[in-house]
């Protein structure tokens, strides 16, 4: 069982940057694909991105690519996601996920808390 904490969620303005990280507990973390989603008020769920366990592989959303940038450190269970070039619409609760990355989209097993994101105009 894998636990996923985020962190460096905040208050940004827009084109600037962030970087999130998710600890993630367990010595299991290596054999997950990792990724992120996030939620905004009043909308559902969607996906950002995901990276496979070695971190030969990534999948982005269109709405994010050439603007963020997902990565991993297997030796110390943490996966990032670097969001650059920041707009308002970006702004949501981010969440961090474990599950298994299949033709683009991460099946997710296990979610984190989630972190918020708020991007001022």
């Known amino acids: 069982q894998a636990q996923l904490v985020e962190s460096g969620g905040g208050l940004v303005q827009a084109g600037g940057s962030l970087r999130l990280s998710c600890a993630a507990s367990?010595?299991?973390?290596?054999?997950?694909?990792m990724g992120w989603s996030r939620q905004a008020p009043g909308k559902e769920r969607e996906f950002v991105a995901a990276?496979?366990?070695?971190?030969?592989?990534?999948s982005y959303a269109d709405s994010v690519k050439g603007r963020f940038t997902i990565s991993r450190d297997n030796t110390k269970n943490t996966v990032y996601l670097q969001m650059n070039s920041l707009k308002p619409e970006d702004t949501a609760s981010y969440y961090c996920?474990?599950?298994?990355?299949?033709?683009?989209?991460?099946?997710?097993?296990?979610w984190g808390q989630g972190t918020q994101v708020t991007v001022s105009s």
């Open positions: 990276i496979s366990w070695s971190g030969g592989s990534t």
């Open positions: 367990g010595r299991t973390f290596s054999t997950y694909d």
């Open positions: 996920a474990a599950g298994s990355l299949r033709s683009g989209r991460l099946y997710v097993e296990y």
